[in-house]
């Protein structure tokens, strides 16, 4: 049995990613809606499928932290967002390094509380946000 303040610890910090992982995928919808021109178009390709994508994240976060018995938050992270495709995908690239720093860290929060499938799980995220930001790296250099 973890101690309970590294368990409150890990859940406030779930939450959070929960609130970023909400947050970016109201994002991606704000940004696949309006994004124009050509390079909206690659940007549109890019980002539609995260749009649920991120929310599947949310999905898995929102039940594993009511799992070990904490509170899901239902406020996303508000953006401001850039208006042009290549401000949109610098600021989405910055977000998604975010959420890797966020994920190791709470990877390793999980397993001093020796939750090992969940640190498994919050590897994987960090495996989809790897992805993500690589291929939003590869279309800016193109840019
Ligand atoms: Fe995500
Ligand atoms: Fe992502």
């Keep these: 049995m973890a101690d309970k303040k590294k368990l409150q610890q890990l859940i406030d910090g779930l939450n959070q990613d929960l609130a970023n992982e909400l947050g970016a995928s109201i994002l991606y919808l ?3 809606s309006t994004a124009s021109g050509w ?5 549109r390709e890019l980002l539609q499928p995260e749009v649920t994508g991120e929310m599947q994240h949310a999905i898995f976060l929102a039940e594993k ?4 018995g904490g509170k899901p938050t239902t406020m996303p992270i508000q953006h401001k967002c850039p208006k042009d495709v290549k401000g949109m995908l610098q600021y989405d690239l910055k977000l998604e390094k975010e959420a ?3 994920y190791k860290l709470r990877s390793m929060q999980a ?3 020796g939750e090992t499938g969940l640190k ?6 960090i ?7 690589e291929k939003i ?3 800016l250099r193109g840019m």
């Design 127 to 133: 495996v989809d946000e790897t992805g993500h930001a």
């Design 39 to 43: 390079d909206g178009e690659e940007l």
């Design 120 to 125: 498994i799980k919050l590897e994987e995220l």
């Design 100 to 102: 890797i720093e966020g």
């Design 111 to 113: 397993e001093e509380c």
């Design 65 to 68: 932290i009511v799992a070990l």
């Design 137 to 139: 790296e590869r279309i």
């Design 30 to 32: 704000y940004q696949c």
